[in-house]
């Protein structure tokens, strides 16, 4: 079969591989009818170190099951799948607590198992892991549900750990497409004044139609400032860190009003968390992780399925496999916002 195999930084080529198949009994083979590039897929794209055997990217999918292990229970083939970007049991004491990303016998596609995007793919814990969609392959809804594998999830996990809520003021930073999200989360919350701190166009429009009510297109200070201005002096009770950079991370904290909080779900670049002093005397809490996916499906679905939000108008382009390498270079060079493969 084909598949997106990074072999270093800038180096992203559709080879073909070993077919996947079961492995473990709790396995299903799922055969890949969307996919998509990530935000969190630029930063090896960035600084991979060149590698002979190369790393299988993509983890998020949506596909039609084509076998199961012996031991799935809840699954049929030709069920449509939604497969989010861990996968995990559905039974260890972490899944019960709604944390599957810390699942016990969990992990994550693109590094140890291989990635989605790719005609087929390899879902351990198939039971605990997978979500059956009630519409066809082809439903119109697609680009939406496509979201519920990973930016839409995590925009409303940067929410919730930001603790946003009804008539409370909430910050967003970063524009890419889980930012985007994050609007739509913090809005679909109950967020009254929702900030949107970013600077491309067509991003900074789309926000505006997902709910955002003011835009800061500083950085810095400057962006620290304008956020001030914006709040009668005070920041913002939740803020929604969905870049993963220092600079983002610094600007987040100091947006947040005393006794705010952060969460943050950008992918972090650095080991450590900035500013430590003023964090202490404001009171601020840093929250926030990898989302957990598979828990936050059964919320957020309906309101895909009844058009209350439409997270996948963040897809910009659609390609097929064979266009994948230039679709890193289109989200790299932010000519894309995301992109949406179509194997
Ligand atoms: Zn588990």
Redesign the pocket.
């Known amino acids: 079969m084909r598949a997106t195999v990074m072999f270093g930084a800038g180096d992203v080529r559709i080879q073909k591989v070993p077919d996947a198949r079961i492995i473990e009994p709790t396995d299903a083979l799922i055969t890949v009818t969307r996919a998509c590039i990530c935000g969190s897929d630029l930063w090896p794209y960035h600084n991979m170190e060149p590698s002979d055997t190369g790393r299988h990217m993509g983890h998020e999918a949506i596909g039609v099951v084509e076998a199961l292990g012996a031991d799935v229970r809840t699954l049929k083939v030709g069920d449509l799948v939604v497969m989010p970007f861990a996968y ?9 607590e709604g944390l ?1 990303t ?5 992990g994550f596609f693109g590094s140890g198992v291989n990635g989605a995007q790719a005609e087929a793919v390899r879902v351990p ?1 198939a039971d ?1 892991t997978l979500f059956v969609l009630p519409v066809g392959k082809d439903d119109k809804l697609m680009p939406s549900l496509l979201t519920l594998s990973d930016v839409m999830a995590t925009g409303h996990h940067a929410a919730i750990t930001a603790r946003v809520a009804p008539g409370k003021s909430a910050a967003v930073v970063g524009d890419g497409a889980v930012g985007l999200c994050g609007v739509i989360a913090a809005k679909r919350l109950g967020v009254e004044q929702i900030l949107i701190l970013g600077r491309h166009p067509d991003r900074i429009a789309l926000a505006k139609e997902f709910g955002a009510t003011d835009v800061v297109s500083e950085r810095g200070d400057e962006a620290v400032e304008h956020v001030r201005e914006l709040t009668g002096g005070l920041g913002v009770h939740s803020v929604l860190e969905c870049v993963g950079l220092e600079q983002a991370m610094l600007t987040a904290l100091n947006i947040a009003r005393p006794g705010g909080t952060v969460g943050r779900v950008g992918v972090p670049q650095d080991d450590t968390i900035p500013a430590m002093r003023p964090t202490f005397y404001n009171n601020i809490t840093v929250s926030g992780g990898p989302a957990p996916v598979r828990a936050y499906i059964e919320e957020l679905l309906p309101d895909v399925l009844e058009g209350r939000i439409k997270p996948g108008r963040v897809f910009d382009r659609v390609i097929g496999l064979d266009e994948v390498p230039d679709g890193y270079r289109a989200m790299n060079e932010r000519e894309a916002i995301k992109v949406m493969v179509k194997p």
């Open positions: 995990s049991d559905g039974t260890c004491v972490f899944c019960h599957n810390s699942c016990i016998q969990g814990q605990g």
